[in-house]
């Protein structure tokens, strides 16, 4: 009878905690500067103090632990159902987070694994009418910045839309050039660019999913010859009249 008991015991074990091993990969995609919340798809033990979360920034890192129910910081804090909220990403942020459960230093159930991808917008300097412009567009991933071509990624795409949505591919007056989910875009700016908006989308199969913005405010609002010669030409009779009054 009492083998009987261990081997229902055992059978229980197997059908209520499945073989070690590695869940569905998800992905989970946001901006730079964004509040993220990331899934624990393998909660089996409702008390999420069981719960331990770790990360990897890339394929040739090791996982460390990034932050579990009785440790929470600033940036990073475990909720209710498990889930790991991360406040104002980065790009340095980007990677895998493994969600795993450990009961008496046993492990419940399969690692549930989420990469989470990073969008950025570099911003240029100095930007003034009649300047060259480029900006670039970089999504960070588990394989590096700007790498979509390996699972999950393989399926995201990147393209350029101006303030009214407009897709700026095959507009003449824009040169986009784009590698895997590194996308530069580079024009000569003119004056009605002065505080506009420039949208990089990230698109999975057609299906927009995030996007980020920079807005081209001028340091110098006109660097044409004739305003140049015009502050000089005043400058010089101010200059001249001084001299005068002063004689």
């Given at each position: 009878m009492t083998v009987v008991k261990y081997i229902l015991v055992g059978l229980l074990l197997i059908i209520g905690y499945p073989a070690l091993g590695v869940s569905a990969e998800l992905t989970v995609n946001s901006g730079e500067g964004d509040d993220v919340t990331i899934p624990c798809n393998n909660v089996?033990?409702?008390n999420c103090s069981s719960t331990t979360w770790l990360y990897a920034q890339?394929?040739?890192?090791?996982?460390?632990?990034v932050v579990n129910n009785s440790h929470r910081n600033e940036k990073m804090t475990i909720g209710s159902d498990c889930s790991l909220h991360i406040h104002k990403v980065s790009t340095a942020d980007a990677g895998s987070y493994t969600c795993r459960q450990m009961i008496y230093g046993k492990q419940l159930g399969n690692d549930a694994v989420v990469y989470m991808s990073v969008l950025t917008v570099v911003p240029p300097k100095n930007l003034?009418?009649?300047s060259n412009v480029t900006l670039q567009c970089l999504l960070y991933t588990y394989y590096g910045p700007g790498q979509c071509n390996k699972r999950p990624f393989n399926s995201l795409t990147l393209r350029w839309l101006n303030d009214s949505d407009t897709d700026l591919q095959g507009d003449p007056r824009y040169q986009i050039h784009t590698f895997s989910c590194d996308s530069n875009l580079t024009t000569e700016l003119q004056q009605t660019d002065n505080s506009r908006n420039w949208k990089c989308q990230l698109t999975d199969k057609g299906e927009v999913k995030i996007s980020q913005s920079f807005n081209s405010t001028f340091t110098v609002t006109d660097r044409s010859p004739t305003t140049a010669g015009i502050v000089l030409g005043v400058a010089l009779l101010e200059l001249c009249a001084w001299l005068l009054l002063s004689w």
């Open positions: 089996i033990h409702s890339n394929i040739s890192q090791e996982l460390v632990q003034m009418p009649g």
